[in-house]
């Protein structure tokens, strides 16, 4: 069997650009899933630890952020 | 039934009983006869050499039927071509015509009594559009004259050698294929004569036996004669086809015709094709047993033959009332005939023919052809420069044609036409490194602008935009239905006015007596936080005009004693400045926090404020919370990266289309004046559809 009569339409090579783009692409489609479902959040949380002792006792330390940052009023 | 040839007397045998003419084998007679008896139409001219993987008495299948090959004749084009019929008589007892076109064959049998009305000679020319009774319309791609020049064997019509009939040739782009002969060009027939068939593969005809072996060793063989002018040495590769050869000393154009040598004058300058005539050149996705241009395996033998450059002609494009020149190479290879390698501002094409009725019109000049679109890109007038080697048509310097050019790049749909004669081609860019690897030549890289039918820049980058915002959004949507958020705290606190003189941290935390407590820290009621889920803080202090508040959560571990703790700062202000009522800041804070460990909890909460009355502190504790910020952020990376490319790739399409226009023919005497002929190529190409 020989070549059909009529050529076919060459169709247009994927080219490298447009795999990059599909990478990255793909990267940020994942990245945001990833973020999605594991509900991870860049802003970061002070950790510590309360004694057992003072919980019942709202004013018997002073907060993490009141010790080491606090704010006193922007004007 | 056996007579004596009239001319002769040597026997002559007439196998079937419904065949007219027998050519006597001794003196080439045609014998015809009929109910008068026998008689002679004439001696015929002696067959000339042709490659043909056909042969008289061969047997083959078409459609089911067997045939046997019996007869063949050899007619003459106007043009000076030449072709072959073969004549095959079917087990049914029908005659069938078997037409060999450059590597292509056509199977038609006669159509007594047409079911249409067959138009009048008058009424077509190349590119008419015929209804033959089918369902599908055919497309005249060549209206013109022949005469048989010779036959041998047994005929089903009477033939008379050197009588110019006239013929259109058609098709329907479907495979059907059609001849109407009008007999007589001077006074043609009202009715024509229809033969109606198809198009079919050779090996689809299952050729075997015959007086000659077919195929390969039957190949013309190249031959090198002495050029009448200079007698140098000239080179006829394709002997059997070539009709005109130019001599590589003298550069005299030679015509081949009828094998004898004749020369048709100098030419103006000489041509220096940058690919050698005689190169040899693999390009195995367009020949039988390569793959295709998208990788798909191709068929037959395993290692396909090579194509073999066997002439080269300089044209030039009428664009923008300039000429441009192109290089075109005329390639030939054993299966498939002949086809091109044009190599236009650097870029080269490879070009394929293509049934012109397998092109439809799509608009007023646009093509599609199987179902690809195809947007005009230019119309133009076609002229021969120089040519070099030999060619199997009349060629000559300063002949023209028109040409619409069509793209779906990489490809490219030509319609030429010249004189009477409509052709198609297809045409598939290939990359300056795919011509070298083929040809094996080092061409120069010459390249300007962008080609017609140059790939797309990110090809289907539309596509792949469309999947990834697809899938991104089902993402965020199905994600934004999951999400489902549970509210943990809804709680109010009043925080004392004025700021607390807030004693400093103690040295250990512990107790502290109720008289101490500074009064702005408070305790919710315990919570079950569940593992997984992110947690939000929304914060508002309402009520704040003109002050800060500053306000610190902490979750507490009722188990453990650990906690995570986040702040919130808030300051709202506003007036008025020359008039004008300005604002700024905020009274509400919104936080989210990643997941922490389940269990129960309880939330701390201390604020500060500096307002002078007592101040409202509302919380809101939520988890499992949707963020949409995350979806708009990754849609609007992706939209960023999609525009870029996007503007890169439109960049280089208005590259691509500066170039294009139409433009028509100067007039012969005035090339180059500034003439505007729009419209001279609307007949040609916008109404021969009849759309």
């Not at chain 2, 045998?13 to 084998?25: N, Q, T």
């Not at chain 2, 292509?104 to 138009?119: I, M, Q």
């Amino acid at each position: 069997m020989s070549k059909p009569l009529n050529p076919p339409v060459p169709k247009g090579r994927i080219t490298r650009g447009t795999i990059i783009f599909g990478i990255v692409g793909t990267m940020i489609v994942g990245a945001y899933a990833a973020v999605a479902i594991t509900q991870w959040e860049p802003a970061t949380a002070a950790h510590d630890e309360l004694p057992a002792s003072v919980r019942s006792s709202p004013g018997g330390y002073r907060s993490y952020h009141f010790w080491h940052v606090g704010y006193h009023g922007g004007k | 039934m056996n007579v004596q040839c009239p001319n002769c007397g040597a026997p002559v045998e007439f196998r079937f009983d419904d065949s007219f003419v027998r050519i006597c084998g001794n003196c080439k007679n045609a014998v015809v006869r009929s109910d008068r008896g026998i008689e002679s139409l004439g001696k015929m001219a002696d067959l000339a050499p042709m490659a043909s993987p056909l042969a008289l008495f061969a047997e083959g299948k078409y459609a089911g039927r067997g045939f046997l090959l019996i007869g063949k004749a050899q007619i003459q084009h106007s043009a000076g071509g030449i072709w072959q019929e073969w004549y095959a008589k079917f087990d049914d007892g029908r005659w069938g015509w078997i037409a060999e076109h450059q590597g292509k064959f056509s199977v038609s049998f006669e159509v007594p009594n047409g079911a249409a009305a067959l138009p009048s000679a008058n009424q077509l020319a190349a590119g008419s559009r015929v209804d033959i009774g089918g369902s599908t319309p055919y497309t005249v791609t060549e209206f013109g004259t022949g005469k048989y020049l010779g036959a041998e064997g047994e005929l089903p019509f009477r033939l008379e050698a050197n009588v110019w009939f006239l013929f259109a040739d058609m098709s329907d782009g479907t495979g059907s294929f059609a001849t109407l002969d009008y007999g007589d060009p001077n006074a043609p027939q009202q009715t024509p004569t229809l033969f109606a068939g198809a198009w079919v593969e050779l090996s689809a005809l299952g050729i075997s036996g015959g007086e000659r072996q077919p195929a390969s060793a039957n190949l013309q063989q190249a031959k090198r004669l002495a050029c009448p002018e200079c007698n140098g040495a000239v080179d006829l590769r394709l002997p059997d086809s070539s009709m005109r050869v130019v001599c590589p000393y003298c550069n005299q154009l030679i015509s081949t015709e009828n094998g004898t040598l004749a020369l048709l004058g100098k030419l103006a300058s000489k041509a220096k094709p940058a690919i050698p005539l005689g190169t040899k050149c693999n390009f195995p996705q367009f020949a039988p047993g390569g793959t295709d241009p998208q990788g798909k395996p191709g068929t037959a033998a395993p290692a396909p033959s090579p194509f073999t450059v066997v002439g080269y002609q300089r044209r030039s494009a009428w664009v923008d009332y300039s000429w441009y020149p192109f290089h075109e190479y005329l390639l030939h290879h054993a299966d498939l005939g002949f086809r091109w390698l044009v190599c236009s501002d650097g870029h080269w094409s490879f070009v394929e023919p293509v049934d012109t009725a397998a092109t439809q019109a799509a608009g007023t000049r646009d093509r599609e052809y199987q179902g690809v679109k195809f947007k005009a890109y230019a119309s133009c007038t076609l002229r021969v420069d120089e040519v070099y080697g030999e060619f199997y048509w009349r060629v000559k310097t300063g002949d023209t044609s028109t040409t619409l050019d069509a793209i779906a790049p990489p490809a490219m749909l030509s319609r030429e036409l010249e004189g009477q004669e409509l052709n198609t081609s297809l045409s598939t860019y290939l990359s300056l490194a795919e011509v070298r690897k083929a040809t094996g030549v080092q061409v120069p890289d010459t390249q300007q602008g962008v080609a017609p039918n140059a790939p797309l820049k990110l090809p289907h980058l539309g596509k792949v935009a469309l999947a990834l915002f697809g899938v991104l959004l089902t993402l965020g949507i199905v994600f934004k239905a999951k999400a489902n958020p549970r509210q943990l705290v809804n709680q109010t606190f009043t925080v004392p006015a004025g700021k607390p003189n807030l004693p400093p941290p103690p040295a250990e935390v512990g107790p502290v007596a109720p008289e101490d407590q500074p009064g702005n820290a408070f305790f919710t009621e315990p919570f079950e936080v569940k593992a997984g889920q992110n947690i939000e803080f929304v914060v508002g202090t309402y009520g704040l005009t003109n002050s800060w508040a500053y306000v610190v959560v902490d979750l507490v571990d009722e188990s453990t004693g650990t906690f995570v703790s986040v702040d919130h700062e808030m300051e709202s202000y506003s007036g008025y400045e020359d008039g004008e009522y300005w604002s700024e800041g905020t009274n509400q804070r919104k936080r989210t926090i990643s997941p922490i460990k389940a269990g129960t909890y309880v939330a701390r909460v201390e604020a500060v404020h500096g307002m002078t009355d007592n101040a409202r502190v509302d919380l809101v504790i939520r988890q499992n919370v949707f963020q949409g910020a995350y979806l708009i952020m990754a849609l609007g990376f992706l939209l960023i990266i999609f525009v870029i490319l996007a503007l890169v790739r439109w960049r280089h399409d208005k590259k691509r289309w500066e170039n294009s226009g139409f433009y028509g023919p100067p007039a012969a005497s005035q090339a180059g004046d500034d003439e505007d002929d729009d419209d001279d190529d609307d007949g040609f190409f916008a109404g021969d559809d009849d759309e």
